[in-house]
């Protein structure tokens, strides 16, 4: 059926008609466009290294980088790297914040605890193993928070602890 022009008090529309070809691929584009649109949001997903880029050695940040070196001469097995940003800049604590829980909402939740005002939380990633690669604490408040990123290849969770928390073993 051949498109028809009709006009209304205030509108011009062509009138393809309910069989078209044209109202079918456009109804098509549209439904991929909306299949799509979830890959587009993760594909904007912030990672740890965008994260770290953003925030390491920038003012009102403090940063710890440690090797695999250092691990390796204190015996401990399993992880590559350890990254720690802090801040105490109420200004950009908020910002920091909002984008380490976008980085962590890939991670999974081991542990949580509010206290004092301040949220705590630890995350993993692991493979299909269950081997933990990727082991991360954030603490935040108000006007503070503070990031620690471990990367390995098989981070034993109890170590790990003993490295960011008092140290005892």
Known sequence: RAPTFRQTASLQVWDYGSNSKIVYTMKRIITILLLLMPLTAVAQQLTTKQLLEKY?????????ELTKEIFQTNKVKGIDSMVALSTEDGDIAPLFTADATALLSEYKRIMSMVSDGKNVSIHSKSDSAGKIYHLAM?????????LILLSGSDIQIEKAMSLIGNGKK
Do not use: R, W
């Open 56 to 64: 390491l050695n920038k003012p009102g940040f403090t940063s710890v």
């Open 138 to 146: 954030f603490s935040h408040s108000e006007n503070s928070a503070v």
